[in-house]
């Protein structure tokens, strides 16, 4: 049993890699089954909380169609098909594609596949790509087109292409080959009523000086087009437009309302319905550009990428820089940069990540094959590499680094020691117990509860079970105010969340993402993804399971409609 035990502690601190003073583990979830289908060439969308998979072809892509790829020949024309997938890779549905250039597409806060058109048609799709419903943003932004697009929890926000009117007779063009409109921005905030509202811009004065820096070599080395932009079929970063931006939810802003931050030359602009502020972070300046934006899970952090190699963070009132780092040895800009929850943030190259902590350090790891697709979680970031393999990169929490770290001396390992010593009827068991006691009235109380949340985190099944036995051992001994319920409420959850991870329903959720998600919410997603019987079993148990019908308060987005 202690070899058992031992052998299970070494393999939890197996893909632990230090970054700073922080652990960050990459724990794999599933040997992805894509059955008969070839990831090559294919656009992916990947929702949040272990949500769906949808993938296209790649129209800004040349692609030999064969028998079995996905599109299909009609009229004449080639029309491509959306397929979505579980989490696992296990295939959902499919439908043809009949609209006209994908722009945008992503999921919804309710599960909801959201596909933005060039002329600003968007159609809601099911998971099964049924197709829900359809509007527009209006006859305004139909006239210029769509040249960029956002989907976020609730809503989209899309940039218009810039206008060129014609100059009147005699009239010079501009030399710095701006538009005589810069784009605009709008967004429709309720997918279930949708109303547009175009958002304030940035100045005139602001895209000049940007296409002025462009023009005098200051543009980034990835040529100014984040990951997702469409290459020669519009995107952002041309002139007119900003480099780049990012989409603060409501539930994180000030105002309570959508505000968009847009990056325009050496400036970072807050955008929303009533104004435009401009901030100018000195290293953002110096640089004259970024290739990428990105707003941490809770809205407390911005990441920026800039066009002189320098990764930035900073405050959620863009006012003051907490880090900066220097990437070394890139050819290129990354193709992304994502925050692994509120703690670090992940730059990524077709083969090559880096996780940067938040006091700079970092930690570069490679991959046998390239990264097909990142998702950002609340607590990390799921990694699907090649068409093989899905990780969870996450920072280790606090009360698995307290039971399995090496060397570890806390009551929470001691109490582990104490239960392996007990299984194997070693009387020194008691002693260890003992001295837990002794060393204040709270220390075994606190070793049973990092034991128990220890637990929940871990997506170990067997790990699961030596911790709680752990926590089983200690519970008996602890003060009569200890909360009766937290073991068993954290064990009914268990039993939900291994349920769920279970490849043939494929929502590989974390504890900490049920608690944002909360248990009614992942019943009526069980629901949408028509698993029945296992959504009906959760529901029975839900009024025994301590605060399981509770909804998270935000956040954690809703069902499926």
């Given at each position: 049993m202690a070899d058992m035990m031992a052998q299970l502690k070494t393999q939890a601190v197996g893909e632990w890699e230090m970054v700073g003073e922080c652990f960050f583990s990459r724990e794999p979830l599933y040997d992805m089954s894509w059955v008969d289908f070839d990831l090559e060439d294919k656009r992916l969308t990947c929702a949040p909380f272990g949500g769906p998979i949808a993938a296209i072809r790649d129209e800004r892509r040349t692609v030999l169609v064969t028998h079995g790829s996905s599109a299909v020949a009609t009229g004449g024309s080639l029309k491509p098909l959306i397929r979505t997938f579980n989490s696992a890779g296990e295939?959902?549905?499919?439908?043809?594609?009949?609209?006209?250039?994908?722009?945008?597409?992503?999921?919804?806060?309710?599960?909801?596949?959201?596909?933005?058109?060039?002329?600003?048609?968007?159609?809601?799709?099911?998971?099964?790509?049924?197709?829900?419903?359809?509007?527009?943003?209006?006859?305004?932004?139909?006239?210029?087109?769509?040249?960029?697009?956002?989907?976020?929890?609730?809503?989209?926000?899309?940039?218009?292409?810039?206008?060129?009117?014609?100059?009147?007779?005699?009239?010079?063009?501009?030399?710095?080959?701006?538009?005589?409109e810069c784009s605009e921005i709008w967004v429709i905030c309720n997918l279930r009523d949708p109303k547009p509202i175009r958002l304030k811009s940035p100045s005139k004065e602001a895209y000049r000086a940007a296409a002025a820096a462009t023009a005098a070599g200051t543009a980034s080395k990835g040529g100014g087009n984040p990951l997702g932009s469409i290459t020669g079929l519009g995107g952002l970063g041309r002139p007119g437009m900003p480099q780049c931006l990012a989409v603060l939810d409501p539930r994180v802003t000030l105002s309570r309302g959508v505000e968009v931050l847009a990056v325009v030359g050496g400036s970072l602009w807050q955008l929303d319905e009533a104004s435009a502020t401009d901030h100018y972070p000195p290293a953002l300046r110096a640089a004259g550009n970024a290739v990428h934006l990105a707003v941490s899970p809770g809205g407390s952090f911005v990441a920026l990428y800039t066009s002189d190699d320098r990764l930035l963070v900073l405050s959620a009132d863009l006012n003051r820089q907490l880090t900066e780092f220097e990437t070394r040895g890139a050819d290129f800009a990354p193709s992304g940069l994502y925050w692994v929850g509120s703690d670090a943030v992940l730059l990524t190259w077709p083969d090559v990540a880096v996780l940067v902590g938040a006091y700079g350090d970092s930690v570069q790891w490679s991959f046998s094959e390239d990264l097909t697709a990142v998702i950002p979680e609340v607590d990390g970031c799921r990694l699907i590499v090649g068409r093989t393999s899905q990780q969870l990169l996450r920072k280790v929490p606090e009360s698995c680094v307290e039971v399995f770290r090496p060397g570890a001396t806390g009551v929470a390992a001691q109490l582990w020691d104490a239960r392996t010593l007990y299984?194997?009827?070693?009387?020194?068991?008691?002693?260890?117990?003992?001295?837990?006691?002794?060393r204040s009235p709270s220390s075994l109380p606190a070793a049973v509860s990092t034991c128990i949340q220890a637990a929940g985190h871990d997506l170990n099944p067997v790990r699961q079970r030596a911790l709680l036995r752990a926590a089983a051992y200690g519970r008996p001994f602890c003060?009569?105010?200890?909360?009766?319920?937290?073991?068993?409420?954290?064990?009914?959850?268990?039993?939900?969340?291994?349920?769920?991870?279970?490849?043939?329903?494929?929502?590989?959720?974390?504890?900490?993402?049920?608690?944002?998600?909360?248990?009614?919410?992942?019943?009526?997603?069980?629901?949408?993804?028509?698993?029945?019987?296992l959504a009906y079993r959760i529901?029975?148990?839900l009024k025994n399971v301590p605060g399981g019908l509770a909804v998270a308060g935000g956040g954690g987005g809703g069902g499926s409609g």
């Amino acid at each position: 049993m202690a070899d058992m035990m031992a052998q299970l502690k070494t393999q939890a601190v197996g893909e632990w890699e230090m970054v700073g003073e922080c652990f960050f583990s990459r724990e794999p979830l599933y040997d992805m089954s894509w059955v008969d289908f070839d990831l090559e060439d294919k656009r992916l969308t990947c929702a949040p909380f272990g949500g769906p998979i949808a993938a296209i072809r790649d129209e800004r892509r040349t692609v030999l169609v064969t028998h079995g790829s996905s599109a299909v020949a009609t009229g004449g024309s080639l029309k491509p098909l959306i397929r979505t997938f579980n989490s696992a890779g296990e295939s959902l549905g499919a439908c043809l594609w009949e609209g006209g250039r994908l722009v945008a597409w992503g999921w919804t806060e309710e599960q909801q596949l959201a596909v933005v058109e060039a002329t600003g048609k968007v159609s809601l799709f099911s998971p099964f790509v049924e197709k829900i419903r359809e509007f527009t943003f209006g006859t305004a932004v139909e006239h210029d087109g769509i040249a960029a697009a956002e989907v976020y929890g609730s809503g989209v926000v899309v940039v218009t292409e810039p206008r060129q009117l014609a100059a009147p007779p005699g009239t010079p063009a501009t030399a710095d080959g701006m538009p005589s409109e810069c784009s605009e921005i709008w967004v429709i905030c309720n997918l279930r009523d949708p109303k547009p509202i175009r958002l304030k811009s940035p100045s005139k004065e602001a895209y000049r000086a940007a296409a002025a820096a462009t023009a005098a070599g200051t543009a980034s080395k990835g040529g100014g087009n984040p990951l997702g932009s469409i290459t020669g079929l519009g995107g952002l970063g041309r002139p007119g437009m900003p480099q780049c931006l990012a989409v603060l939810d409501p539930r994180v802003t000030l105002s309570r309302g959508v505000e968009v931050l847009a990056v325009v030359g050496g400036s970072l602009w807050q955008l929303d319905e009533a104004s435009a502020t401009d901030h100018y972070p000195p290293a953002l300046r110096a640089a004259g550009n970024a290739v990428h934006l990105a707003v941490s899970p809770g809205g407390s952090f911005v990441a920026l990428y800039t066009s002189d190699d320098r990764l930035l963070v900073l405050s959620a009132d863009l006012n003051r820089q907490l880090t900066e780092f220097e990437t070394r040895g890139a050819d290129f800009a990354p193709s992304g940069l994502y925050w692994v929850g509120s703690d670090a943030v992940l730059l990524t190259w077709p083969d090559v990540a880096v996780l940067v902590g938040a006091y700079g350090d970092s930690v570069q790891w490679s991959f046998s094959e390239d990264l097909t697709a990142v998702i950002p979680e609340v607590d990390g970031c799921r990694l699907i590499v090649g068409r093989t393999s899905q990780q969870l990169l996450r920072k280790v929490p606090e009360s698995c680094v307290e039971v399995f770290r090496p060397g570890a001396t806390g009551v929470a390992a001691q109490l582990w020691d104490a239960r392996t010593l007990y299984d194997d009827q070693n009387p020194r068991c008691d002693r260890i117990l003992r001295s837990i006691q002794d060393r204040s009235p709270s220390s075994l109380p606190a070793a049973v509860s990092t034991c128990i949340q220890a637990a929940g985190h871990d997506l170990n099944p067997v790990r699961q079970r030596a911790l709680l036995r752990a926590a089983a051992y200690g519970r008996p001994f602890c003060p009569p105010d200890f909360p009766r319920q937290l073991m068993y409420g954290v064990a009914c959850r268990l039993r939900i969340l291994n349920a769920v991870r279970d490849p043939r329903v494929g929502l590989p959720l974390t504890m900490t993402q049920l608690e944002a998600l909360s248990l009614p919410v992942l019943v009526a997603r069980l629901i949408s993804y028509r698993q029945w019987l296992l959504a009906y079993r959760i529901a029975e148990v839900l009024k025994n399971v301590p605060g399981g019908l509770a909804v998270a308060g935000g956040g954690g987005g809703g069902g499926s409609g």
